[in-house]
């Protein structure tokens, strides 16, 4: 359908040639978000086993709906993961971490091979910091999608997301956790051994911020908005950089910073 040889690109080309087709950048963010280091795609497949284990069952949904009311919770239901759900892996882990201590003592009832993780500062930590990135790459995906989005806005947006995982890499390495509101809070909560935790897997959540990076320049590479600048400020905008094709832009670009009365 959107060939380049005999479909909606070709066609749209024969009318205008100068025409750019861009494949779907929220796809692209998508795939670049798939792969994770070996350490956090377990504690993520735990996450979504201890989901899968008390949604599976109506009897156990049930009664971890009855728990959570009656111990006043905020929500009364964990969410299932979806592989298909560009969203659903954010979502998920969101609503883990606000229940967690709600899933903990589910699972100490049920006597669950995984009620001890919760107690594991180490794997927490890594639950808490899936929450925190999977939570930003959410709410980037989701301010790309709507009205009054096009190929401008979105690779600002994306450019802008790309400079914060250079930043919340570097805040890492220095040991500062304050991008990452879940995990920080977290360490506030608890002793000096989650601390000391935290630096033992300080290496696996920085690796994977560098593996984010090297995916976003792969699928999504810096696009040059040179040629577009008039449109995004007209008035640095350079009368050489816009196309000839269009009789009296040009000019029109001329006339705008000295047109201040109208």
């Not at 956790?177 to 002793?191: G, I, V």
């Amino acid at each position: 359908m959107l060939g380049s040889r005999q479909g909606f690109t070709a066609r749209v080309k024969q009318a205008n040639p100068n025409v750019q087709v861009v494949h779907c950048l929220p796809y692209r963010e998508n795939l670049a978000v798939q792969h994770l280091p070996r350490d956090l795609s377990a504690v993520m497949q735990e996450v979504v086993g201890v989901v899968n284990f008390i949604k599976s069952s109506a009897v156990d949904s049930r009664l971890f709906e009855k728990m959570c009311v009656d111990l006043g919770s905020q929500f009364q239901h964990l969410l299932f993961y979806s592989n298909v759900r560009w969203l659903s892996r954010g979502k998920l882990l969101h609503r883990l971490v606000d229940l967690r201590t709600e899933v903990q003592v589910f699972l100490n009832e049920k006597k669950h091979r995984h009620a001890m993780q919760f107690q594991d500062k180490e794997w927490m930590l890594k639950v808490c910091y899936l929450n925190n990135i999977f939570t930003a790459l959410n709410d980037l995906n989701t301010s790309m999608q709507g009205r009054n989005q096009n190929i401008i806005t979105l690779s600002e947006k994306l450019s802008a997301f790309k400079e914060k995982l250079q930043l919340w890499k570097k805040k890492l390495e220095s040991g500062r956790t304050a991008a990452f509101p879940s995990m920080n809070e977290y360490l506030e909560e608890r002793n000096q051994i989650a601390i000391s935790r935290f630096d033992v897997i300080k290496h696996i959540l920085m690796e994977h911020l560098e593996n984010l990076i090297t995916e976003f320049n792969r699928y999504i590479p810096d696009r040059n908005l040179a040629s577009q600048l008039w449109v995004i400020n007209p008035f640095l905008a350079k009368v050489d950089n816009l196309s000839e094709d269009v009789a009296g832009l040009q000019e029109e670009l001329v006339d705008l910073p000295h047109d201040q009365f109208h």
